[in-house]
């Protein structure tokens, strides 16, 4: 079973900038889809930003333009660049992949946007 982890989560102050990544513990991310959600406190979890295997993006209209996903196949690791944070970005954030077996999920790295 493939494990995915986190990192790169903290406490930002709003306009600031962090970069999450998500380590996956085989090769993975070059033959599925990958993605970002992120769960506030009281809110369902949404989706983030998503990637193909042939590199193929989107991303929720909320972070279009401040957000950027990317994978670098050789480290087996998906990064979300994720600039000029606002306060209602703070959440946990989860990293995904969706396998013939199934969804796999993250534990979540938490990002707190806060002056």
């Known amino acids: 079973q493939v494990q995915l982890v986190e990192s790169g989560g903290g406490l930002v102050q709003p306009g600031g900038s962090l970069r999450l990544s998500c380590q996956a513990s085989?090769?993975?991310?070059?033959?599925?889809?990958a993605g970002w959600y992120r769960q506030a406190p009281g809110k369902e979890r949404e989706l983030v930003a998503r990637?193909?295997?042939?590199?193929?993006?989107n991303y929720a209209d909320s972070v279009k333009g401040r957000f950027t996903i990317s994978r670098d196949n050789a480290k087996n690791t998906v990064y979300l660049q994720m600039n000029n944070l606002k306060p209602e970005d703070t959440a946990i954030y989860y990293c995904?992949?969706?396998?013939?077996?199934?969804?796999?999920w993250g534990q979540g790295t938490q990002v707190t946007v806060s002056s």
């Open positions: 995904n992949t969706d396998t013939p077996s199934g969804t796999i």
């Open positions: 085989r090769r993975i991310f070059s033959v599925n889809h």
């Open positions: 990637v193909s295997p042939s590199g193929f993006t």
